[in-house]
């Protein structure tokens, strides 16, 4: 399967994290195969749709920010590789160079190289950030527990996919239905646009190399992937719950938490992953969540 980015240019949504008040700037592979789901109901193909995303081929990434035709990634979880020194100047420098990497989410693909060779001007960097944060910000008017926070987009997100008619048709549809919270709204529809990878993106990702990589989606692997894959990584959990409605109970019942790995986060190695079936007990229907890993290789 050929891979694209799939560039989707929103207005307003809300990409609830567990608040209703908040809504993040983004959004995990997840919460889009949900959606894209949804669609394939609709559209009466979800056999179809999940005979494609279960090839072991389908790859989804996370939404990173494109801004100004330039793709964003996720900064590496573990770098760069800072080498303390005792002396009471260099440790100092040290710790404000850590400071503001902290605050630091995404680096333009163009700069990915030189901040993995510690060479990157690092006030620059930041500079990035505080443009991503004028691209997207969230708005909220008071302290209404009850009250939705919408993140309003002056720039794009994108992911990358593998590309088939299927998904094409499924995305172009989405464009109207809209991804994440209060679609009956209006939130969280885009435009799209399909477009092929840079160079340096296209030579750079990958699903199975025994080298050292990041994750671009929030992923899991699958068990008898977990031991290897975690010798030597660099990683935060992002914690996946929430709820899934039952006609046959005619109630919302609690999906099974799962715990899954950042994008972002660094491995010696890549792993397949999988699409798990979260479904609470008893539960009539599978309840999917895409946990499968591309990466990129640093």
Sequence with gaps: MTLKIYK????????GEGI?????????ASRLYSALFLEAK?????????????????????AFPFIDDQPFLPK????????????????????????????????????????LKQQANIEELAEYQAQLAEHSY??????????VGVTVYNSALYVLASQSPLFDQLMDSLQYSGVGGKRSSGLGQYSLEILSLPDELAENLTTNKQQRVMALSTCLPMNQEMLTCLDGANYLLKKSSGFA???????????????KFKAGSTFQTSFTGDIVDVRPDNFPHPVWNFAKGIFYQL
């Excluded at 209703?20 to 995990?28: G, V």
């Excluded at 020194?85 to 680096?107: C, E, G």
């Excluded at 409605?245 to 715990?259: C, F, I, M, V």
């Design 8 to 15: 989707m240019k929103f207005q307003h949504a809300h990409f």
């Design 20 to 28: 209703l008040s908040e809504s993040a700037s983004s959004f995990d």
């Design 42 to 62: 609709k559209m009466d193909v979800v056999d179809e749709f999940m005979n494609l995303t279960q090839n072991a081929n389908f790859v989804l990434s996370d």
């Design 76 to 115: 590496p979880i573990g770098y760069p590789k800072v080498e303390q020194d005792n002396a009471d100047d260099n440790l100092k420098k040290v710790r404000q160079t850590a400071k503001k990497l902290k605050k630091i989410f995404y680096l333009p693909l163009n700069q990915l190289e030189l901040f």
């Design 138 to 147: 969230t708005t909220q008017k008071g302290v209404d527990p009850f009250e």
């Design 245 to 259: 409605y039952s006609e046959t109970a005619g109630a919302l019942l609690r999906k099974q938490d799962l715990y």
